[in-house]
């Protein structure tokens, strides 16, 4: 086969639309096998059925969805797949809203937490389990209000009136003052800052109960170990966010503020998976930190995956019971 002089380049952008491809889908057998996981461990064990793990699994359900919806209509964004406009601007519009979801999910687990600990005696009156379902409902229908605004007229100006199919590309139809200003300082600048605040402030509360403990002779060490475990894990949750999300909206606002400014594709390829990373790393944060959660991973593993010759039907019933003792190790 004969080779134009425009081979070589055209080559080296397959070699990156496929690494992309091949990270965009072990992303999302990673969030889906991992997320679904949370939800099994969650159904089986009537310990962890509380107002906390409502948003756990409403995060859960929205990271499902980044890896069996979004990722895939990312990566056929990126192929080109010619579409009709509105068809193109719904599909691009579902990348916003879901992945909107999961951002605030995470908003509302740190919220939640924060009330755990700034309010222990009045949580369980204050957050109850239909509170908690309502503030998950909520945050769907907050991301899909938000996610589904281009849809409503803030889109690109192009000749809508056509018939003709066009290449579907994101910023084909999306508008970057809507992804800069609304998207980004809007729904992620705002929770990231409000999920500062509050692990700010979780430190400072766990700072000072720390300082009542060394003066005080209570047997609570236990209390206070649980709640600066907590508090690290806020912590780490914070970072990993920052991490995954800031890099694709950095790029987006070089973009739009400075338009000749050149961006590789590579660039934008990192940033659209480390954004879809965080889907898959959001188990291991708030499930496989959380002693529930890895208890029950393991009897599972040891009854449904390890098999173990002791037991003689290890498959055959539900994890053990939890113990008071891990029931309540958060």
Known sequence: M???PSSPGMERWEHADMLYISIESTIALASVMG??????????????????FCFIVSLALADITVGVLVIPLAVVISLGLKTQFYTCLFLSCLLVMITQTSILSLLAIAIDRFLRIKIPTRYSIIVTQRRAWVAVGLCWLLSAITGLVPMFGWHQDVNINSTSPIECQFTSVIRMDYMVYFNFFGLVVAPLTIMTGL???IFRVIRRQLNRRAEATSDSSKYYHKELKLAKSLALVLFLFALCWLPLHIMNCITYFCPT?????SA???GIFMSHVNSALN???????????RATLVQIAHRCVLCRAHDPSPC????PAITEKTQHDL
């Not at 188990?283 to 959660?293: E, G, H, K, S, T």
């Not at 055959?316 to 994890?319: A, D, M, R, T, V």
Request: with cysteine; proline share 9%; charged share 15%.
């Open 2 to 4: 004969t080779e134009s």
């Open 35 to 52: 997320n679904v996981l949370v939800i099994l461990v969650v159904a089986l064990n009537r310990a962890l059925r509380d107002t906390t």
């Open 199 to 201: 692990y700010i402030e």
């Open 261 to 265: 400014c050149p961006m590789p594709k």
């Open 268 to 270: 934008i390829y990192v």
């Open 283 to 293: 188990p291991l944060v708030y499930a496989f930190r959380i002693q529930r959660f």
């Open 316 to 319: 055959s019933s539900g994890p």
